[in-house]
């Protein structure tokens, strides 16, 4: 915990500089890490300079990370990366003017998702504010509802209460960012005033005290449990984005069937359903459902939301964070957890008949969607290689080398991306038509998953994958744990519209990150839209598909990322499985 004593004085000992922008700057982002920060982002700008200068002399003093970054936008991502990853706050640090606009699309998926976020942007003190003065627009309260606290500080003046200030404010903006007091982390922002002489050089720093996350008010103590009984009608668990290892340790207690998207953090374990879209259209099976708990957020079918809406199923949501919960028929019983009954039994002849049909259902519509989505690449019979008959051993060989220069199709793509990653790896997916192909298709397997779920925009992925890479490689390191890779799987319009988290500065420590971008030309995601019935082809085309004519591999070279093209599965298999190393992308040309 951070020190008691930081709500009230400074725990920091600092140099005083006589400077007050520097001063405060320095106490503020010190008494941040004295808080729990451990990241912070910056992008370059006058009005920010003292607070950039303390960050690298904190830096410098090994008492935190640094990323510098020229795009705020990207800066923004990267950041929520690293909150996503961590569960921490990363602080990003703009300049004025347009700077603080180009974090707005971080910050609202932050909102959405529950990621905690600080954002400090530097202002004009109010003398300077309403008069036209350069790269000065309104910036107090810019992120309106998005925020979990919103702070105009006034220009810091040089006197002795500037550092105490700065410490209360740190700490009440890390306990509002991670949610201490009302279990629902998100953003917070801190507008801060400067005044020229906007910095002095910042002399070298004494120990800074690196303080742990303050302890968050879980759901018991706001009062949001409840009890769902084990018996009665037939119910099923369905774990949305970052539901999280909770949605299949409650299912598998209970005895009910999970059915978790890719993105949930729950895509494991015996009750697991990945054919759920399929069972949920059919009378045995999603006709049969009286009852579902819900996890998370789900958004990648259409098929759990018209369940839901039902008017015979009782749906109870699970929202922790208390403040924004799922509710598509807007009449769920919310809670803030959920327990099995005493007398659930996930043993009894009911709960398995339940749990078994489902999961059986779905092992067999997967099998038969992966013989009709790729039928060069089933594995060949290796009864075949055991026989001594040597036209069955001619047989076997031929199908081995046809499963190897099998061309890749979506759904190939995404079973060997989801096969080659670890639980020491992360996997990133975008907002792109590639992750409801991996929902289809990918077995279960306990993998730490990210995805921006909360707005589902296509903007920020890779940002946000460098941002997940950089914490989750960073703990490894300081553990003495196996480092792993981060994959991020996207289609080409989401590469090209993030491209700028490409750039990196040369002093900048690189991530093991490999993007795999499906290039199939544009957003084939709307050619399953009832739009691509109605609308004429041309039209249809230009506003919606939108072909674009960026070449990725000189894209790629330009920004100083290795590039490689694979079309067969072979080729496929050989580039995941390959040691990390470094940035590197990996374009899949993809059938439209």
Not at 188 to 198: C, G, K
Not at 378 to 396: G, H, I
Not at 482 to 504: E, F, K, Q, S
Request: aromatic share 4%; hydrophobic share 45%.
């Amino acid at each position: 915990m951070p020190d008691a004593r930081a709500a009230d004085e400074p725990a920091q000992r600092l140099p005083r500089t006589g400077n007050p922008a520097t001063d405060y700057a320095l106490a503020l982002l010190a008494h941040l890490i004295g808080a729990g920060v451990r990241d912070i982002v910056v992008s370059p700008g006058s009005r920010s300079q003292a607070l950039a200068l303390a960050a690298a002399e904190l830096e410098r003093a090994g008492a935190v990370r640094l990323h510098v970054r020229l795009d705020e936008r990207v800066g923004g991502f990267l950041a929520l990366g690293i909150g996503r990853e961590t569960g921490a706050p990363a602080a990003v640090v703009t300049t004025s003017g347009t700077a603080t606009a180009n974090l707005h699309p971080a910050v609202l998926e932050a909102h959405e998702s529950g990621v905690p976020l600080i954002v400090i942007t530097a202002d004009r003190p109010p003398e300077l504010r309403g008069i036209r003065s350069s790269q000065t627009t309104h910036q107090d309260g810019l992120y309106g509802v998005a925020v979990r606290l919103a702070k105009d500080v006034p220009a810091p003046s040089g006197e002795e209460e500037d550092v105490a200030t700065a410490a209360r404010l740190a700490v009440e903006s890390v306990r509002a960012a991670v949610g201490a007091e009302t279990a629902d982390p998100g953003p917070v922002h801190l507008n801060l005033a400067f005044r020229e002489p906007l910095s002095v050089a910042v002399p070298p720093l004494p120990v800074v005290e690196r303080g742990a996350l303050p302890a968050l008010a879980g759901a018991q103590k706001l009062g949001r449990e409840t009890v769902v009984p084990g018996i009665g009608p037939s119910t099923v668990v369905i774990a949305g984005a970052d539901a999280g290892p909770e949605a299949e340790e409650y299912a598998r207690s209970a005895g009910f069937p999970l059915l978790a998207e890719v993105s949930s953090g729950s895509r494991f374990g015996p009750n697991l359903v990945v054919a759920y879209r399929e069972l949920l259209r059919e009378p045995e099976f999603g006709g049969r459902v009286r009852r579902a708990v819900v996890f998370g957020h789900p958004t990648l079918s259409r098929e759990v939301p018209a369940l839901l809406l039902r008017d015979d199923v009782e749906t109870v949501v699970v929202a922790p964070r208390g403040r924004q919960a799922y509710n598509p028929g807007r009449r769920a019983v919310i809670v803030g957890a959920v327990r099995p009954a005493v007398e659930a039994d996930p043993r009894s002849p009911e709960a398995r008949a339940w749990v078994g049909l489902w999961v059986s259902a779905s092992r067999r519509l997967v099998e038969a969607a992966e013989r009709v989505a790729s039928p060069d690449a089933t594995a060949p019979d290796l009864a075949k290689a055991r026989s001594l008959d040597p036209s069955d051993a001619l047989a076997f060989a031929r199908m081995e080398l046809a499963a190897v220069r099998a061309p890749i199709t979506r759904p190939l793509l995404a079973e060997a991306l989801w096969r080659h990653t670890w639980p020491h790896d992360r996997l990133v997916l975008g907002a792109s038509r590639l992750i409801r192909d991996a929902d289809r298709i990918v077995p279960g397997k306990r993998l730490r998953v990210h995805s921006n779920r909360g707005l589902a925009g296509i903007d920020g992925t890779i940002a946000t994958a460098i941002g997940v890479a950089l914490a989750s490689q960073a703990v490894a390191v300081e553990t003495g744990t196996l480092p792993g890779i981060t994959r991020v799987l996207l289609g080409d319009l989401a590469l090209l519209h993030d491209a700028g988290a490409l750039l990196g500065g040369s002093g900048e420590a690189w991530p093991n990150v490999q993007v795999i971008v499906g290039n199939d030309g544009g957003g084939t995601i709307f050619d399953g839209l009832e739009v691509a019935t109605i609308a004429s082809p041309a039209a249809f085309d230009r506003v919606l598909y939108t072909p674009q004519r960026g070449d990725i591999a000189a894209l790629s070279t330009a920004y100083g990322w290795a590039h490689r093209v694979v079309r067969t599965k072979g080729e496929l298999d050989q580039a995941l499985s390959a040691p990390p190393a470094g940035a590197s992308v990996l374009e899949v040309p993809l059938e439209r």
